[in-house]
Nanobody, 128 residues
């Protein structure tokens, strides 16, 4: 049974930082591209970042580029999202997801349909 469990939820002031973690089990972690998505209340789920199996290739949404960093530790079956310079518009439930196979095109990897497994989500709230 595959499980993705996010942690690191919190309330932070604008300009602050948070680090999210996603621990995976039940799958061969280094066979999967990992991604982060987010969904604000009443809005669609949006792509945030993705990382290939080795960590050598990453891709970010324009809205977070330069502020967020995705990384992974295959020895711990964990993917991270370091979020700096947070803005109120970053407030959302953040989801990690696992996508089997090789890193697709960036456009494809940004689509939720590319991901087979999803975590339950963790709330990030940024106050102004």
């Amino acid at each position: 049974q595959v499980q993705l469990v996010e942690s690191g939820a919190g309330l932070v002031q604008a300009g602050g930082s948070l680090r999210l973690s996603c621990a995976a089990s039940g799958l061969t972690f280094n066979n999967y591209v990992m991604g982060w998505f987010r969904q604000a209340p009443g809005k669609e789920r949006l792509f945030v970042a993705a990382i290939n199996w080795s960590g050598g290739r990453t891709y970010y949404a324009d809205s977070v580029k330069g502020r967020f960093t995705i990384s992974r530790d295959n020895t711990k079956n964990t993917v991270y999202l370091q979020m700096n310079s947070l803005k109120p518009e970053d407030t959302a439930v953040y989801y990690c997801a696992a996508s089997g196979g090789a890193f697709r095109t960036t456009a494809q990897q940004a689509m939720g349909a590319a991901y087979r497994y999803w975590g339950q989500g963790t709330q990030v709230t940024v106050s102004s």
